[in-house]
């Protein structure tokens, strides 16, 4: 990572893109939204400001799994690449996506209740219930 820019892309690599940091947090999310979109457990995002966020390649396609935001992916390889709350001034970064993945730690788990069995919490993560309440 050269300072607060980050780089990315899809696993087929027809979208890249580029985020002017500073990274404002990262979770693992539990919600069954995310474990059906990423195909994984839990996904794991980072959110950057959106100004100074941009993607070249093919246009991301684009899902609404809420009514209140956008999850974006590759419509060539399937990547998950992007969750947006509508309206929001950051937008989160599938962090597996991101070309220096191993630089971003994760900060909290979110939607613990839906986690899976299998998933053993770090101990040391704050984590959170759907409605934002401490777990
Ligand atoms: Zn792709
Ligand atoms: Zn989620």
Redesign the pocket.
Known sequence: MSGDVLTG???????RYRAEGPVINVNHCHCEMCRRASGAIAATWAAVPVAGFSTSG?TPAEFRASDFATRS???????TLFWKRDGAAKIDLSVGTIDDAGAIGAGRHDWVEGRLGGFVLDAHLPAFRADGTKA
């Not at 892309?9 to 979208?15: F, Y």
């Open positions: 892309g899809c696993l087929c690599g027809a979208i093919a992916f590759c419509a060539k390889c399937g990547s």
